[in-house]
Every structure is written in structure tokens, then in C-alpha cells.
């Protein structure tokens, strides 16, 4: 056998395209149509190719991603699969080591992200589960705000398509301060959000989105794009209605912009089912529901990360408090990586890390130092979890403060 790694050439495209619709279980069998997805250019794919046949794809965007406020680069990693004929080879191990060498020597983005159909496959390239994604599907007569939380005073008007602008101003000042959202390109917006054309999620079927712009004294604080569908078999046993309302994306600048949008919410009365995906750990649904059980909340693994390059990534991000962090890191993938640091952290910009031989308060692995650089996991619930180890006297509350992040990490888009 012989195994050759580089990216797919132009006369290849139908046959690297041909297999992630195989793996991921929707191909027909037509050429790749570019209004169901955006092309991946030649030159940001990796493939192995074995004994000259193409047996696994792999690409990887250039995206801009919030970190704790920052915004910083990174490599959104796609259109990963691997022929079943060709599976249980370590061929997609020898891509990632060619890519992560790679990103490393050329000094490109020092971080990858990817969303996974199945975690385990990932885990044992170093990557770790980085954000938790939670899904509501609440009857819109069971949205009962706590009398304690304040009346919205503002208004809803329908916007258009007009309106774009407007909605990414609202969108960037909203994730500004967090962490794992994406800056989207034109394709996010109109595929994913907007809903017109592609398929890029389960809210595909149910067609464009509305769009619903809520203002303060005329000033705009928060929307809500949604889409509802009549589903004939979706009737309730007991005969209620056949509608589900799918909001695909929403934003809020202010508490009474949040609780507007579920008060509009509870006007569906055709529909037996809202349901948002992607909502943060943090959102304040269950905190102001008078019955948040009736959320019927799921949560699941989303966002996974992978530190290619310790010594350009943490710098990138703000820390929650200064400190001087010792920690020995192992990575068997990235050998670069590997071995003791010292991170100088600061609120604002100006982190530092560089080599050290002082004794290290901290051991991990780097996929648990990419849950601590997302704010998924603290330092104290990493040791707790097994996933580190600290050193006698190691002032664990000091390591909480400096990787704090302001917001739960959340990614509400796919790539």
C-alpha cells in the first residue's frame, strides 16, 4: 500500500466531495451543488489518498472566533471522512499530523475547532469538548415568566432582508465579550441563520426565517430569526396543534430585550413546540421560567478545540486576574508543545508564556488545557474530574480567577 497525504486538485472535486455525503449519509448521487453548501477550496483541504484511490477528505476554514472577548484566528475543521473500504488505517491521524506540523511551521492559526458527529474520534487527536450546547422545546402555553422579573417595555417590528446591516451590528456587539462565536460570512447569515437555501441544519425543512427586531425608545436591543412549519403528523395525542416554531438565531443587549422574546413566543398559538438550539450554558431561560422543567432542556457536546500551538495561543486571550501559572503540558501529537511553562497572565493585553524549569503547580494534557483556554472547565473541577493534576500547595482558587471567562462558551453556527 501506498499512502500519499496533500490536498484534492480541481479534477478530483466530485470524488472529494463524494465522501463526506457517503459518511455523513446524504448522498444521491448528483455532483456537489454549491447553493446546498459552500465549495471548500483545493488549497484548504488534506487528503490521503491510498494506492492513488481517495479514501479520506479533510479541510479546514479560516475563521475569526471570540476568545473571552478577543478576536482571534482560527482553523475551522470540515469535511472530514474516510471511505468505509478505508477505515482502520490511522489515515486521518496522518493527515492532522500533517496538518498540525504544518500550521505550526508556517505559523498559522494556533487553534483548530470542529464540530463533531461522534467526540471519540477527535479525543484521541488531542481535541476536547470546549463548549456544551443546550437545546429547548417548550409549548409555547407553558412560557410563564417569574412575576419577579421586570416587564418588557419595548416593541417588536418585522424586519427585511434590508435589515442585514442592522442585524450584524446587533450580532457583534452581542457576542463581543464571549467566547466561541463565530464571525460569520455572507454564507452563515443567508444558510444558516437567515435560512435561505442550503441545508446545513435540522431547521432546513421548515424554510426562510422571519425576522423580528425588538426596540427600546425606537433604539434596536435584541431579534429573533425564526421559522414556523405545519407538520400533519406532528399533532398532539390529545388532538392540540400540528405547528413547531424553530428560532435559528437570537441576540439581546438588554434583560427586557430577552424577556421580550420569549413573551412574542408565547403568542404562537398554532404551534405545539418552540425550539431553540444552541442555546449557552449560561442563558437565562431556566432562571426566569416560572416552570423552567416545562424548557424540556438537553444538553450535549457542540464545539471542540485543539491548542496546535501553546506558545502563540494562550496569549491571544484576556485572563480573568493576573498570576503567574506553572504547568507541565503533555502532547504526544504536537511534541512542540510538550513540557513545562510558565504563563504570565494579565486582564489585558500583554500575556506572556515562555519555557521555565520551576516546579509546576498544574500537569495536564493539552486537550484539558483547551477546556481551561475556553472557560468549559475551571482548574479546580479539572483536578477534581482526573483530567489534571496539581502539586502540593498548588493555589488552585488563584488558577480559577486568571481562566475565568466572562460568558460560557457557546458556538451557535455550524462550518
Not at 482502520?88 to 506540523?101: P, V, W
Not at 430577552?258 to 442555546?279: E, G, K, Q
Request: overall charge negative; aromatic content about 10%; charged content about 25%.
Amino acid at each position: 500500500m501506498t499512502l500519499e497525504i496533500r490536498p484534492y486538485r480541481e479534477e478530483e472535486a466530485a470524488a472529494f466531495y463524494r465522501v463526506p455525503a457517503i459518511v455523513f449519509g446524504n448522498y444521491t448521487g448528483k455532483p456537489f451543488d454549491p447553493e446546498r453548501g459552500t465549495p471548500l477550496p483545493s488549497a484548504l483541504s488534506l487528503c490521503a489518498f491510498e494506492d492513488g484511490e481517495l479514501a479520506t477528505t479533510y479541510g479546514a476554514w479560516p475563521l475569526g472566533m471570540r476568545l473571552n472577548g478577543e478576536k482571534v484566528s482560527v482553523a475551522g475543521v470540515t469535511f472530514v471522512g474516510t471511505l468505509p473500504q478505508f477505515r482502520r488505517r490511522g489515515h486521518l491521524r496522518k493527515i492532522m499530523e500533517t496538518d498540525f506540523k504544518r500550521r505550526y511551521e508556517e505559523r498559522m492559526e494556533p487553534i483548530a475547532i470542529l464540530l463533531a458527529s461522534l467526540a471519540a474520534i477527535y479525543q484521541r487527536y488531542g481535541y476536547a469538548v470546549v463548549s456544551t450546547a443546550v437545546r429547548y422545546q417548550i409549548d409555547p402555553r407553558s412560557i410563564n415568566i417569574a412575576p419577579s422579573v421586570p416587564k418588557a417595555e419595548g416593541t417588536w417590528r418585522e424586519g427585511t432582508k434590508d435589515d442585514l446591516p442592522l442585524l450584524q451590528d446587533m450580532y457583534r456587539a452581542f457576542i463581543g465579550p464571549r467566547t466561541g462565536y463565530l464571525h460569520r460570512g455572507r454564507d452563515m447569515w443567508e444558510h444558516q441563520a437567515l435560512g435561505v437555501g442550503g441545508e446545513q441544519s435540522d431547521s432546513s425543512q421548515f424554510g426562510p426565517s422571519l425576522i423580528s427586531i425588538y426596540e427600546e425608545g425606537g433604539e434596536p436591543k435584541g431579534y429573533a430569526l425564526w421559522a414556523a412549519k405545519w407538520f400533519p403528523s406532528f399533532h398532539l395525542d390529545d388532538g392540540g396543534p400540528g405547528q413547531r416554531v424553530w428560532v435559528r438565531d437570537f441576540a439581546w443587549h438588554t434583560p427586557g430585550a430577552y424577556r421580550a422574546m420569549w413573551d412574542l413566543l408565547r403568542t404562537f398559538d398554532l404551534a405545539a413546540r418552540v425550539i431553540i438550539d444552541l442555546a449557552a450554558t449560561d442563558d437565562p431561560a431556566p432562571h426566569i421560567m416560572l416552570d423552567p422543567r416545562e424548557l424540556h432542556a438537553t444538553h450535549h457536546d457542540w464545539l471542540l478545540g485543539r491548542i496546535i500551538d501553546v506558545e502563540r495561543a494562550l496569549p491571544l486571550r484576556p485572563y480573568g486576574a493576573e498570576g503567574r501559572l506553572v504547568f507541565e503540558l503533555r502532547d504526544e501529537m504536537c511534541p512542540w508543545n510538550a513540557g513545562r511553562w510558565a504563563l504570565d497572565a494579565s486582564p489585558a493585553a500583554g500575556s506572556t508564556i515562555a519555557r521555565t524549569t520551576e516546579s509546576a503547580q498544574l500537569t495536564l494534557d493539552v486537550s484539558a488545557l483547551a477546556q481551561l483556554l475556553f472557560g468549559q472547565l475551571s482548574p479546580t473541577n479539572a483536578v477534581r474530574a482526573g483530567r489534571a493534576e496539581a502539586s502540593a500547595g498548588a493555589d488552585l482558587a488563584r488558577w480559577d480567577a486568571a481562566w475565568r471567562t466572562e460568558y460560557a462558551p457557546a458556538c451557535n453556527n455550524m462550518f
